[in-house]
Nanobody, 117 residues
Framework: VQLQASGGGLVTAGGSLRLSCAAS????????MGWFRQAPGKEREFVAE????????YYADSVKGRVTLYRYTAENTMYLQMNSLKPEDTALYYC???????????WGQGTLVTVSS
């Protein structure tokens, strides 16, 4: 299964963006799908994940309350709605797939989010 992320762009602080991730094949209910990001000069970090079968979501403290991950199982697609964006949210955002939390196996190509102050 390949992952295609899209939706990044340039936004001013306080604005919103919605990232999309489309899988090339079926995502099984045992999968954990998620988003990680990497800011310039920093290591990759966890943003949000969802257990595909149950829909339970998990968020990093840095984005909690500002970000919502939701999925459409029939379309093998998930979205990351990001509101109240901050300059520190600027990063390359990756769509991921795994079987355990915080342990992605498959990485999509990144989509760049730039938040200007």
């Amino acid at each position: 299964v390949q992952l295609q992320a899209s939706g990044g762009g340039l936004v001013t602080a306080g604005g919103s963006l919605r990232l999309s991730c489309a899988a090339s094949g079926r995502i099984f209910s045992s999968a954990v799908m998620g988003w990680f990001r990497q800011a310039p000069g920093k290591e990759r970090e966890f943003v949000a994940e969802v257990r595909w079968g149950t829909g339970r979501t998990y968020y990093a403290d840095s984005v909690k309350g500002r970000v919502t991950l939701y999925r459409y199982t029939a379309e093998n697609t998930m979205y990351l709605q990001m509101n109240s964006l901050k300059p520190e949210d600027t990063a390359l955002y990756y769509c991921t797939r795994g079987v355990s939390l915080r342990e992605p196996i498959t990485w999509g190509q990144g989509t760049l989010v730039t938040v200007s102050s």
